[in-house]
C-alpha cells in the first residue's frame, strides 16, 4: 500500500515507530495522524496493521474498514486484515463478505466458517524467543487445527484452534509437497488434549511402531523424538488424561522384556507473553523444521 506523506512530524514519528517493532507508540502516532486528517486512507491502514499484532482486533476490523471505504479502487492488503479481524471477534457473516471480495470460496452459512484450506505450518507465539513449528490443517482462509503436537511449555495443545496471519513467512517440505508457514496471531479455541511426556526404551523401531499405531480414543496423537544418546526415547503424546497415557505405556512395556517405560510427566504451561521480541510478524532467519512424516499418529481431534 502506497503511503501518504505529508509535512507533518508525526508521520515520520509514526512510520518509524512501526519500523522499530514499537506498536504501541505506532498505534498512538497513527490515531494522531487520522484526527488530524480522517480522510487519509493510509493512517487508518497503518493504525489497523499495528492494531492486528497488539491483538486489538476491535480496532483492527474498525480502521480496515474505513481505509476500505476510503480507497478509490480495491486493495486487498485492508481485506484480508479486516477479515483476520473479523474472524477473531467472531463476526462470520462480516468475514464471509470480505473474503468473498478478495475471490476466496468460503462455504455458505450463519455460523464458522468451516472447510478443507489444505495444510501448513504455524510458527506458534512468534513473538517470544522460544517459538516452534507445527503442522496444522487449515479450515478457513486464517485459522486452523493444530495437527501436531506441541511442547508442554508452549502454552498450545494438539487440536487448538488458532488464528494465523494471511501472508506466509517461509515454506517447508511435507511428504514430498511445499507447504507454506504462518505466524500464530491469536490461540482461539483451546482443545482438550494437553501434552504428556514420556520416556521409555525398547531394543528396535520394529517395537515403536505398535505404541505409535495407538492413537484413538483419549489419545489423540503421539509423536516420537529422535532416540537420545543413551538409547531412550522421548514421546509427545496429546491425551485427555494422564491415565490413559500411563494404561497405554504400561500395557506396551509389559508385553515384552525389552521395553521399559521411565517417566511420564506434563507441564503445561500459560502462551508465552511477548518478550520484546521485535518485528515478530516478520520471516524468522532460521526456520524450524518440521517432524518426520512416519514420527506420528495421529486421530481426528
Known sequence: MTQARADNPLYTRAYAAMDRGDLTAAQRYFSKLIRETPQNRHYHYMYAL????RGDWTGALTHNLRAIALAAEHDDAPYWNAGIAATALEDWAKARRLWRACGI???????????????????LHPWAATSETVLARRIDPVRARLLGVPHPASGHRFGDIILHDSVPTGYHQHNGMEIPEYSELARLKPSPYPTYTARIRCT????????????????????ARPADSDGSITLDIAAKTRLA??????????AADSRSLEHISSEELPVPPPDGHPHWWLAPKN????????????AAP
Request: hydrophobic share 45%; with cysteine; charged share 15%.
Open 287 to 298: 526456520t524450524a523444521p518440521l517432524p518426520a512424516a512416519d514420527s506420528a499418529v495421529h
Open 50 to 53: 499495528a492494531s492486528k499484532y
Open 245 to 254: 497415557v500411563a494404561q497405554l505405556l504400561c500395557d506396551w512395556a509389559l
Open 105 to 123: 470460496a468460503v462455504p455458505e452459512g450463519t455460523g464458522p466458517i468451516s472447510g478443507n484450506y489444505g495444510i501448513a505450518a504455524i510458527r
Open 204 to 223: 528396535d523401531a520394529a517395537e515403536l511402531q505398535p505404541l505409535l499405531n495407538s492413537a484413538g480414543g483419549d489419545i489423540a496423537c503421539i509423536e
